[in-house]
Structures are given as structure tokens and as C-alpha cells.
């Protein structure tokens, strides 16, 4: 079964310093990958997405994320966090042979970036 | 280009009353999508419709239908609300196009979500 797994429930981070937000999957062949951001009381916003080609993919907000194909992972990253993204993370699968566009999505992780 | 949109934000409904959450969208996309948002849970897909006049069931689709109008819209509907569903109700639409053409393509779009409370 297609899953997706974000093993920290809350990544706290000081404003300046790198971020990380890890996300692995399990889906047989190779998925497309989506990461969304869901400010309070607000949809899910698109990040980034890897379809195919460079590993590393870079998106909105300064946010890239690197796609891991040997461990199946495809972590989330900004090279200096602001106060303004924290926020609640949540990394998607879909499967890359289905016509349906159906995502898998993981629980989610709540960053925190303090002053 | 409103993108996608839900009514109504809120609700608070009794057990045993039905209701239904609209959407819509401006975007031509064929897909759509229903998910509930539980804390700890991520989103879980409720129903979709890949194109317009089909619809299929998703993860947790006990309890609700869904009606894809138009389209446009794709409605979803509780016939006898439990407090089981207490949740977070979003809609997307799903990007046209394959591969790497285009920012929509293959992206799902969300809307802003509808809180809905079962007392």
C-alpha cells in the first residue's frame, strides 16, 4: 500500500538557521512528490513538486527539496528559516501510472521558527 | 480567477441533519477532489471525480455523497451528520497537462476550507 510518512510531528527552528522537514514514502514505481504549506484557518498552498529530471527542485518561498530515490525520501528544505514560515508542512505522493491524480498525504509537521 | 472556492466556511450542525459543502472552480480542470483534514491525520480523500459525470469513492467515503454538477462544481453532502465528522472539509482541483509543462499541470489546487462542527 502507497504511504507517506513524516516522522517529526514539530521541527523548532531560530530564525537564520537552515530548516529541514523530512518526509519518506513507500509507493511502488517512481511518484511525483508535492509539498504544501497550510498557514492557520487557510487552504493548502503549493510549494514545489518533483515530476522527473533534477533531483533537487526548487519552489516558492525560497523552500527547495531533494528527491532521494535509494531512500525513498524527499526532504524539505530553506537554507535560512523566517518567523513568517511557520506554518504546517505536509509532503504528498502520487502515483506516477495513475490517471486519477489521487494524493497519498503524510500527517503533517508544524514548524516553528522563533525570533 | 478565484480558483477554487467553498461555502459556506462554517457550520455547526445537530446529529441527524443533513447539509452540503459546495465547490467550485474557474480553472477548466477536469479532476476534483473532496479530503477531511483530522489533526494527526493529514487529509484523506473522501471522493473525486476524474472527469465530469463520474465520481468514485476515496478512503473514507462512509457517510457522504457527492455530486459532480457540472464541470464546474462538485458538491459534497451528508445525509445524517454523526460527530464523527466533525472535521475539516477541503475541495481541490487537479492542474491539466502531464509532466513538467506548466506549473498547474499535475498540481491539485485548494480551496480555502469549510470547519464543520456535529454537535
Known amino acids: 500500500a502507497q504511504s507517506v510518512a513524516q516522522p517529526e510531528d514539530q521541527v523548532n527552528v531560530a530564525e537564520g538557521n537552515p530548516l529541514t522537514v523530512k518526509c519518506t514514502y513507500s509507493?511502488?514505481?517512481?511518484?511525483?512528490l508535492f509539498w504544501y504549506v497550510q498557514y492557520p484557518n487557510r487552504g493548502l498552498q503549493f510549494l514545489l513538486k518533483y515530476i522527473t529530471g533534477d533531483n533537487l527542485v526548487k519552489g516558492s518561498y525560497g523552500f527547495e527539496a531533494e528527491f532521494n530515490k535509494s531512500q525513498t525520501s524527499f526532504h524539505l528544505k530553506k537554507p535560512s528559516a523566517l518567523v513568517s514560515d511557520s506554518a504546517l508542512y505536509f509532503c504528498a505522493v502520487r502515483d506516477r501510472g495513475s490517471n486519477t491524480g489521487k494524493l497519498i498525504f503524510g500527517q503533517g509537521t508544524t514548524l516553528q521558527v522563533k525570533p | 480567477n478565484a480558483g477554487v472556492t467553498q461555502t459556506p466556511k462554517f457550520q455547526v450542525l445537530k446529529t441527524g441533519q443533513s447539509m452540503t459543502l459546495q465547490c467550485a472552480q474557474d480553472m477548466n480542470h477536469n479532476s476534483m477532489y473532496w479530503y477531511r483534514q483530522d489533526p494527526g491525520m493529514g487529509l484523506r480523500l473522501i471522493y473525486y471525480s476524474a472527469s465530469e459525470g463520474t465520481t468514485d469513492k476515496g478512503e473514507v467515503p462512509n457517510g457522504y455523497n457527492v455530486s459532480r454538477l457540472n464541470k464546474r462544481e462538485f458538491s459534497l453532502r451528508l445525509e445524517s451528520a454523526a460527530p464523527s465528522q466533525t472535521s475539516v472539509y477541503f475541495c481541490?482541483?487537479?492542474?491539466?497537462?502531464?509532466?513538467?509543462?506548466?506549473?498547474?499541470?499535475?498540481?491539485?489546487?485548494f480551496g480555502p476550507g469549510t470547519r464543520l462542527t456535529v454537535l
Open positions: 481541490a482541483s487537479l492542474g491539466v497537462g502531464r509532466g513538467t509543462s506548466g506549473r498547474g499541470a499535475d498540481t491539485q489546487y
Open positions: 509507493v511502488s514505481g517512481n511518484p511525483y
